[in-house]
């Protein structure tokens, strides 16, 4: 079997899997169906060269010569359907090169004409009119407005002629004239190539595994000079061996920097722009590394994706501190939400949890095959399927995404990176989502960073203000106890007819203020205390405790002119918190609601309380238990007061911030941290010149 015969055989046996695997994968869209009758065609063409080249039959070469012409017209379809012309456009080159195709076949197929003539113009036609079946492909590659997409599109036209040019010299054998029979080859990786772009949807499919193929492709060529070198003088069998292994451990020990070296040279020669979109995420993960703060981390995200030059558009969300909703940390392009609330976007949760980066396009192939299907055919659990997939994909539209790829490390999800490419459809290769969860991955573990040195400060801190307030105790509280009780003694009532009504006020004033010192150093020693464990924390009556409060502050509310209104829920409600702590992070609320509604100014102050219990579908991870609670009881506390300044809300959980001339700032932080440590979370809405309403969520028992 001579080297030609050997090439057609490898040609139709490749050929034949390729259309064997287009034909179990499709699922009968345009562009796989004239792809699939191309493959075909070409599998059966290289069968009858073949056959032809073994026997030298008239059968065969008859029919090879049909195949032949009808070749260019396959390839125009396919490229027609590939590029998504419509079905109806008809150009006048597709009607020309369908006329001289059926003559040429009237006048070739009979064997009318000797074979070498009709070789020459089979070999003519199929050549010209393949080369202008590409030629189209390149004037359509002109007219797309992405310079990306047209920039991959000629990378196809050169992969085409390529394959074209070598496979016409398999066919000068008709005319008596041989050449290297190599264009089998080249044809089936060129097919092999298209049939990754048409089923991953995505060209960069395409030009990632064309650079791997260069790649692997001159490692074999090393490894054949090689072994060339050292079977060069072999002069027995036994020889051939001894060379074979030397040439295997030297591959061996240069095949790891022969790689690196030829997939960076071949990377910036054919995929400049791939190379490019590589060490931009590479130079953004280093920068990552560096930012301490989230919203270095934010920043250096946004900069290093802008930069690559591969998106359009991209949004990056982070976890809220309690849990409870996805706060904007950054983005550029298209507008999208500063805030998502996680039952939302569960869905989306779910299959990212599941299943990683999501992919636009992935889920509108999916509904695509359920509505193909038709409502009769589908089960119930692919209906809510099908539901499933469309709230999905509407989240995708809300963040202006076509890829969300999660920010998650341990199996923790702290966040997720949105991006979108408008210049092509599709925009995003696998290898483009696995660079971009590589980057997400670092930016999950430079955000745990972040928290971890936040804790180490909070730390810090609480130790500064634990020793403080130990030393306050005892050098603040004893000569204050002193102070108080002298003053008590001077108003005690046998003392009291002796002193006029000024010298009362004054002395009214040094207990009062005593008081505040008190009070203020009880804060301090509050704060510092260390954090409860769960086993200090028994089941309370959540509407219970609301009630004794309520008897507490009625005389605040009355003394300040404030109307108090409590709607409490009908059933039951527990939560796993004292009711002491309960009480003091539901006084300190109220206390606040009160003295804001009183400074409104222009209507009658108002606060009101509601308890009621509520599924979040969250998700959230209990703080103790580590398990998902979605059910909560939510304490509401609302008033009409001036409302919390846009500047200011962020930092009223600060310890020590205040904006109160005689507060303290500890009251906030104090009832925050409460709620914390029993697996809860806060809220606050607010308004300027319309009011606040504090939000509070415990876990329900």
Known sequence: MNPLMQSSLVGAVFVTAI??????????????KRFLSLTISLALIYTLYFLYLWNRGEVF???????????????????????GSGEKERSRFAIFLRIIAGVLAICLVPPLLPRQICGIITVIFTGIMSYFSIYYLFKKSRKVQSKVESTRIIYLVIGGIIAVTFSLTDLLILINISFLPIGSLLVSIYLFLLAQAI??????????LFGRMAVLGSLALTIAGIFSVLTLFEMASASYFVNAMAAAFVMLII?????????QKIGQFFLKEMSDFINSIEET??????????EGISSTLMEGLKKSGRFTSACFYVIGEHEAK?????????????EINIAAIRSLIDKMEKEGAIFGDDIGKKLKQLKDRGTQERDEKESNGEEWLLNVLSILNDIKSDAVIPVKESGTIYGFIGVRDERMKPAFSTEDIKRLESLAGHVAIAIENTRLYDKIKERDR???????????????????????????????????????????????IIISEVDRLNKIVTSFLDYARPSHT????????????ILQMKKVVEGDASTNNVDIEFNLAREELKSAISEDKLGQVIWNLLINAIEASSENGVRRGKVVLTSKKVDLNTGWKSLYTKQAQDTFVEIDIADNGPGIPPNVLPKIFIPFFTTKPKGTGLGLAISHRIVRECGGFMEVDSKEGEGTTFKVFLPNL
């Open 19 to 32: 259309a064997i695997s287009v034909a179990l994968r499709s699922e009968g869209t345009r562009r796989e």
């Open 285 to 294: 993960k280093r920068n990552i590394a560096r930012a301490f703060e989230l």
């Open 255 to 263: 095949f790891d920097p022969l790689r690196e070296k030829v997939e």
């Open 199 to 208: 089923f991953s949807q995505r060209l960069m499919d395409l030009y990632e």
């Open 61 to 83: 070469f008859r029919l090879f010569v049909l195949g032949a012409l009808l070749v260019p017209i396959m390839l125009l379809e396919f490229f027609r359907a590939f590029i």
């Open 462 to 508: 609480l130790a500064a203000i634990g020793e403080m307030s130990a030393g306050l105790a005892h050098e603040i509280r004893n000569p204050l106890g002193s102070i108080k009780g002298a003053v008590q003694f001077i108003m005690s009532e046998d003392k009291l007819v002796q002193k006029n009504e000024e010298e009362k006020e004054f002395l009214d």
């Open 534 to 545: 769960k086993d200090e924390y028994v089941v309370s009556n959540v509407n219970s405790v």
């Open 326 to 338: 996805f706060i904007l940390k950054g983005f550029f392009g298209q507008k999208v939400p500063e």
